[in-house]
């Protein structure tokens, strides 16, 4: 197709034809996805496992650079296939529209110029000889000015003698050929520059900038095929109903949505884990390819974070960790990731765990958090091999130190959790969609401020789809009275609190409330600064003593103290840790490890593997 494209050309193009070009360039796709599978399992990982020294340390650097250059041309070759469908598609509109005008202009015997102007025959009848109006033509516009306004030639004069009634209706014809041309044309243009960005540097060296370049590639094809894919992708259903779209689809269209939009159906609840798994994988190498040109220490933590995910993605396993799958990922907010050790679909017993305080997507959390969901699935499989562990980053748990002053203190509001525990809730709701087995274990975990959103993600209407059991470590509170209020009963909360976790004895609302009011009240007082700091000190030990004084007795932060007897969840018996006050509280952060918390970690898993009958227990506070 050229800038000179005319009616007639739009009326013969094949449209099969774009399709089989791209049918041949999701061939070559497919081609290069098997070649990275095959690379990636039966070469990489044997490998890895059985040889070592230089030379294996050579042979695998080799593999992972001809794993990159399959997952590349799977990409690019995917964006072409799909560029081209959805050209296809486009035209198909504009097609119809003049093959609709011919027939209706073959139907009334006018005749279609070369130029798209439609001849029409005499008509009518003239009110002074009552002859037959002459012939004539009209035209929607020139082929020099697509884009005009439709040029009418041979028009009547008016108020001479009334129209030849063919000259509307030529008209409309001729406007509609003017029209379609004039789209195809656009459509054209937009898809021709497209195509011709979709091209590698010469040589076979896929490296960070070879993936900026990818990630503009993918933009671009969204761009032009959006009204083609994304319009259909379910956003605003369930999980369930998701699911069954993604069953319902062709594999073509799997394939085509997985090239354009892998961040969008790897972030998909309810959308299959071995398919988010390979979409995220994908997506992971194109937000590296755009973080890599942005500057700034967040773009550069969250890029610390992705390659290490990516380099543990490609890791041969540690003993006794089931393999990794990466079920989300994204560079919103402070960054997204979801990672599960062990397939959560094929498992009967999955846990989800959601991190809290000044969490983010950086290079600590893909290394301890993620930790801690392959500590969780090692301990549990040791009762149960089927079994899932992730770790749940889906939501902006608040950060200290913050960006802005008045963000410090977000962690005194729930806000964050709020909106986290809606995102929880509907990925929960995908785990169960999608899960194998008629009645699997699901495990609900919160950490600090992430078991504040377990809590209310508890506590809104119909609970956390399918939890079975809700562990809460290191809470602050759920904002709940009572365990039941959780949703699954009593013996199904349990607790983890250290004593030497400042954490979990933070003073409830009313203390601090009374301390802030106090401190404030004895500033203002004060007319000197130095005095003012003073009297808003003592101010603030007095408002203290007050909210203390109206505080219930199992008083934390959050609602009643999860730990204590007037809660009624089930308290299992943890290490007390090592003796610190805030801001260092190294007892916080024990509780998953199985090394520095034996007894912690080893609940965890019982818990995690429906074994909870076998946990030891401790007394309340």
Not at 537 to 552: I, K, M, N, P
Not at 592 to 607: R, V, W
Request: contains cysteine; hydrophobic residues 35%; negative net charge.
């Amino acid at each position: 197709m050229t800038t000179v494209l005319t009616w007639q050309q739009l009326r013969d193009l094949k449209l099969s034809e774009l399709q089989d070009a791209a049918d041949g360039w999701g061939e070559v796709s497919n081609r290069a996805d098997a070649g990275r599978d095959r690379v990636s399992n039966e070469m990489t990982n044997k490998l890895a496992e059985t040889q070592k020294g230089e030379a294996a340390k050579a042979a695998l650097g080799r593999l992972t650079r001809l794993d990159r250059n399959f997952e590349y041309v799977y990409t690019e070759c995917g964006l072409v296939r799909t560029a081209l469908n959805s050209l296809a598609h486009e035209l198909s509109g504009p097609q119809r529209k003049v093959k609709g005008a011919l027939e209706d202009a073959a139907g009334l015997g006018f005749t279609v110029q070369g130029d798209g102007s439609v001849g029409y025959p005499p008509g009518g009848e003239s009110l002074i000889d009552s002859k037959p109006l002459p012939a004539g033509s009209a035209a929607g516009a020139s082929y020099g000015t697509p884009f005009g306004p439709p040029l009418h030639v041979n028009a009547p004069q008016p108020g001479l003698a009334p129209p030849n009634p063919n000259h509307a209706k030529a008209q409309d014809i001729a406007d509609r050929i003017h029209q379609a041309v004039g789209e195809a044309r656009e459509i054209d243009g937009r898809f021709s520059r497209t195509l011709a960005g979709l091209k590698a540097a010469p040589g076979l060296t896929v490296d960070t900038k070879t993936w900026t370049d990818a990630a503009a590639d993918a933009a671009a094809v969204r761009g032009v095929a959006g009204d083609y894919l994304k319009n259909d992708i379910p956003l605003d259903r369930t999980p369930a109903e998701r699911r069954l779209w993604w069953a319902h689809l062709t594999r073509e269209q799997r394939e085509e949505y997985m090239a354009v939009y892998p961040d969008v159906i790897g972030n998909l609840d309810g959308v299959p884990a071995e398919v988010r798994d390979t979409a995220n994988r994908d997506n992971l190498q194109l937000l590296i390819g755009k973080l890599e040109g942005q500057d700034g220490e967040r773009a550069q933590a969250r890029l610390a974070g992705l390659r290490e995910i990516d380099r543990q993605l490609r890791a041969a396993p540690i003993d006794g960790a089931p393999p990794m799958y990466l079920l989300g990922v994204g560079d919103q907010g402070m960054g997204r990731a979801i990672v599960s050790f062990g397939n959560p679909d094929t498992s009967r017993n999955v846990s989800a765990y959601v991190p809290g305080l000044g969490t983010a997507l950086d290079a600590d959390f893909a290394r301890n958090d993620v930790k801690r969901a392959r500590d969780t699935a090692i301990g549990a499989q040791m009762h149960d091999p089927s079994t899932a562990s992730i770790v749940w980053l889906g939501y902006d748990p608040p950060q200290l130190p913050a960006d802005r002053v008045a963000d410090n203190l977000a962690v005194t509001k729930d806000t964050h959790a709020r909106i986290g525990a809606v995102a929880y809730d509907d990925f929960m709701a995908g785990i169960s969609a999608t899960n194998e087995h008629a009645d699997p274990h699901i495990t609900a975990i919160g950490h600090s401020y992430g078991s504040l959103t377990v809590g209310l993600a508890a506590q809104r209407e119909g609970g956390i789809p399918g939890a079975d059991d809700i562990i809460l470590l290191g809470s602050p509170g759920t904002e709940a009275r009572t365990a039941d209020d959780l949703g699954v009963g009593s013996d199904h909360v349990f607790v983890g609190a250290a004593e030497n976790d400042s954490v979990t004895q933070l003073p409830d609302r009313a203390s601090v409330f009374g301390l802030g009011q106090g401190f404030e009240a004895g500033y203002r007082s004060q007319t000197n600064p130095v005095t003012g700091v003073l009297a808003g000190g003592a101010g603030a030990a007095a408002g203290f003593l007050l909210g203390d004084e109206a505080a219930s007795e199992s008083g934390i932060y959050y609602g009643t103290d999860p730990a204590h007897e007037d809660f009624g969840a089930r308290r299992f018996r943890v290490a007390d840790g090592p003796s610190a006050e805030l801001p260092d509280v190294p007892a916080h952060s024990n509780y998953f490890d199985p090394e520095k918390d034996e007894q912690s970690a080893g609940n965890i898993a019982l818990i995690v593997a429906g074994r909870s009958d076998g946990i030891s227990t401790q007394e309340y506070r």
